[in-house]
């Protein structure tokens, strides 16, 4: 299953100005080496690419290295993603010793420094909404998605929390950090109250995404993963294969596709076919 056409145009971009820009944000130098470590792991760079993305189907035209605005928005949210990682990975909560294929952090760096990045880099975000002068709606966003982000998380590590519907655990932990991109291209576009397929697609995408992630811990290998598989269910997690079942999981995500695909068609989306192509893609991801 490829990537859809010009995501790689997009992806290079986006890590050509995250190369140049983001190490600037991080002072002392053993701060900077440990918080780029992370955010230069590799990845897919889902997040971004979806700022990206929304933004040239809403307006219109083609993200270029001169779309400094959009590009640091999308900067802002890969630094609050990979500061989720860090800490995801550390002992107190998966205890996850690899990430991407690499040491985590903290087994690079040591715990202290592990919980230091992932502060920074979650206060770093801010710095560049600040510095891009974004609109009060982008801050708006970002905070309820890296708060929300935060109660899932709880709701899914904690004894004693652990009661709600997966479905609302997924939400916050996954599906706000998804629908984060697609908020963010509308604010800075002025049209954040024109279109909630919009803003359902990144919900409803982000979901999608975290029932993957519950299949992919079930059936996927370390080599496809970069990481630890079976930590759900050796952990006990309420995850939708814990829920459901594996087949049952596997038929919620088709169900999810299909609305994903319902929102892309009835969306003010000029690139439709991108977005049509990503959720395919998300669907059947083996990695």
């Given at each position: 299953m490829k990537l859809p056409h010009r995501y790689d145009f997009l992806l290079e971009t986006f890590e050509n100005h995250l190369k140049t820009a983001a190490p600037?944000?991080?002072?002392?130098?053993?701060?900077r080496k440990a918080c780029t470590y992370s955010l230069f792991a590799g990845g897919k760079r889902i997040r971004p690419v979806l700022c990206?993305?929304?933004?040239?189907?809403?307006?219109?035209?083609?993200?270029?290295?001169?779309?400094?605005?959009i590009l640091n928005c999308a900067?802002?949210?890969?630094?609050?993603h990979t500061y989720s990682l860090i800490h995801d990975d550390l002992p107190a909560i998966d205890n996850d010793d690899f990430r991407r294929g690499k040491p985590s952090n903290h087994k690079a760096f040591g715990e202290a420094m592990a919980i230091l990045s992932g502060d920074a880099l979650l206060s770093a975000a801010f710095?560049?909404?600040?510095?891009?002068?974004?609109?009060?709606?982008?801050?708006?966003?970002?905070?309820?998605?890296?708060?929300?982000?935060v109660s899932g998380q709880v709701l899914d590590t904690c004894p004693g929390e652990n009661t709600a519907d997966f479905r609302h655990v997924n939400a916050l932990k996954?599906?706000?950090?998804?629908?984060?991109?697609?908020?963010?291209a509308l604010a800075i576009t002025g049209a954040m109250d024109e279109n909630q397929a919009v803003k359902n697609l990144g919900l409803t995408l982000g979901e999608l995404f975290q029932i993957t992630d519950d299949i992919l811990d079930c059936t996927g290998t370390y080599e496809e993963l970069g990481?630890?598989?079976?930590?759900?269910?050796?952990?006990?997690?309420?995850?939708?294969?814990?829920?459901?079942?594996?087949?049952?999981a596997k038929t919620l995500a088709d169900s999810l596709a299909a609305r994903c695909h319902h929102f892309i068609d009835v969306s003010i989306l000029e690139n439709k076919q991108f977005f049509a192509d990503l959720t395919t893609f998300i669907h059947h991801r083996k990695t």
């Open positions: 600037a944000y991080f002072e002392p130098p053993s701060l990206l993305a929304c933004y040239e189907g809403l307006t219109g035209s083609e993200i270029s290295e001169k779309s400094v605005d900067m802002a949210i890969e630094f609050i710095v560049i909404l600040a510095d891009t002068n974004a609109p009060i709606e982008v801050f708006r966003a970002f905070s309820y998605a890296a708060l929300g982000m996954t599906g706000l950090m998804l629908a984060l991109p697609f908020e963010t990481k630890t598989p079976g930590k759900d269910a050796s952990s006990d997690k309420l995850t939708s294969v814990a829920v459901l079942g594996l087949e049952g």
